[in-house]
């Protein structure tokens, strides 16, 4: 079959690592992809919010089977374009409908989801301009800290954790006023959870589900914990806390209600969600949706799935995903991510790596990288991936921070201790 995979990251890189390997692919188009995913297939000069170039290419190419890996078609709606077109319509578009995309597009839609299917999650109110003084006020009465949220997608920069009554009315304020564009129009405000993050990732075909390998990802740019948030600097799978009796907890209070909540609303879902928790004192609670798979976590998630990945997601456009057989190593993924100069703040693209051809224990899910000629070069902050499996976490990290010593180019930064807090 002819295969559509929209999306130019380490997530896409590692898809398309991953459904390459399947027998029932045929041909697999990246739009626009990068100078990795090109090595897994053909990489198509599309934007992926170009909804009519895609239906042209879909056509054209006769494509069988479309992945959505970043949020914003989804939130843009992809899913309801291809379904209000006649020749399109019995395409299978892998990722949600506009309504569905809500869970990750409208944080203030989520958080009144999840109150409404008891679903465990922070307290919080939502306030736009006309309710500006009502926010105010609400502040002054919040423990502290306490967090602010934009309510729609703000490319992972429209969450704030204010320490003090005043810098939240300040924030508050900023925001309303259009710190983060649209995004912000509405704010969320929500208590400060304080427990341990993980990433747990539910494919599902509306019906049944299938729980693909937990991850454990970085934000922080510094070793130990410290320093700006990022895109994600490396992440791990499995994460060692999220053992059987917090996943049965995971499954009975938020990933069943989810699922049933999606179609008591009659919501209609097929893809990836992928749920933000918080582990306090053993006990699951909620921190977000996103309607696609993370990254940096696809890159230590997808490693560890040893049953052919396309056929799953067969089961998802044909709702027979029960049927469908995940087969989950038992090893350990540990992922490290290369970054540009400046990172996360302004960056320098261009640089021309070297010391790929190096790597032979680890595999290298390209992110921000772009081929001119023969040469690869920078064209992001986050640059690439290097994903290393081991029979131990340790040993997945130092085989995946070597590899990343073996690469080189001007303004390579990584940060050594990933996982280290888990050992």
């Known amino acids: 079959m002819n295969i559509l995979l929209l999306g130019s990251g380490g997530r896409e890189s590692a898809f398309a690592w991953k459904i390459a390997q399947s027998p029932l692919c045929d041909a697999l188009y990246i739009a626009p992809g990068n100078a990795g995913t090109g090595n897994f297939g053909t990489n198509v000069n599309l934007d992926v919010n170009d909804f009519h170039g895609i239906r042209h290419f879909v056509l054209d190419k006769a494509v069988n089977f479309v992945i959505v890996g970043p949020e914003e078609p989804l939130v843009k709606g992809i899913y309801d374009y291809f379904q209000a077109d006649e020749q399109l ?54 423990k502290l800290p306490v967090v602010l949220k934009a309510d729609g997608l703000a490319a ?75 895109g994600g600097m490396g992440s791990i799978s499995p994460v060692p806390f999220a053992d059987e009796i917090f996943m049965q907890k995971v499954e009975k209070d938020i990933i069943k209600p989810t699922i049933g909540g999606l179609k008591i609303d009659q919501i209609h879902y097929k893809g990836f969600i992928f749920i933000g928790l918080m582990n306090i004192n053993g006990e699951p609670f909620v921190i977000e949706y996103n309607v696609r798979m993370g990254d940096p976590e696809t890159e230590s998630v997808i490693p560890r799935i040893e049953s052919d990945f396309l056929d799953l997601l067969l089961g998802v456009a044909n709702q027979n995903l029960a049927e469908k057989e995940l087969v989950i190593s038992s090893r350990t993924a540990a992922t490290v991510m290369l970054v540009s100069s400046g990172y996360p703040g302004t960056y320098i693209k261009g640089k021309v790596i070297s010391g790929l051809d190096n790597i032979r224990e680890s595999y290298i899910f390209h992110a921000g990288t772009i081929s001119e000629g023969s040469l690869i070069k920078t064209s992001g902050g986050r640059v690439l991936a290097v994903t290393a499996l081991g029979e131990t976490m340790f040993d997945a990290v130092q085989q995946a921070v070597a590899d990343a010593g073996r690469i080189y180019y001007d303004g390579r930064y990584f940060i050594t201790d990933i996982g280290f807090d888990l050992l």
């Open 89 to 142: 319509r019995d395409i299978p578009v892998i990722g949600p409908s506009q309504a569905g995309a809500q869970l990750e597009g409208s944080k203030n839609f989520s958080k009144a989801f999840m109150r409404r299917h008891f679903i465990p999650t922070a307290a919080s109110a939502s306030f736009t301009r006309n309710s500006l003084n009502d926010g105010l006020a609400y502040l002054e009465t919040h």
């Open 156 to 230: 992972g920069k429209g969450v704030l954790i204010c320490q003090t009554t005043e810098e939240a009315q300040a924030e508050l304020i900023s925001m309303l006023d259009g710190k983060f564009g649209d995004a912000s129009s509405t704010v969320v405000i929500e208590e400060f959870l304080d427990g341990i993050e993980l990433s747990v990732f539910v494919l599902t075909d509306g019906h049944s589900y299938k729980i693909l390998p937990e991850a454990k990802d970085y934000k922080r740019i510094g070793e130990g914990d410290t320093g700006l948030n990022t």
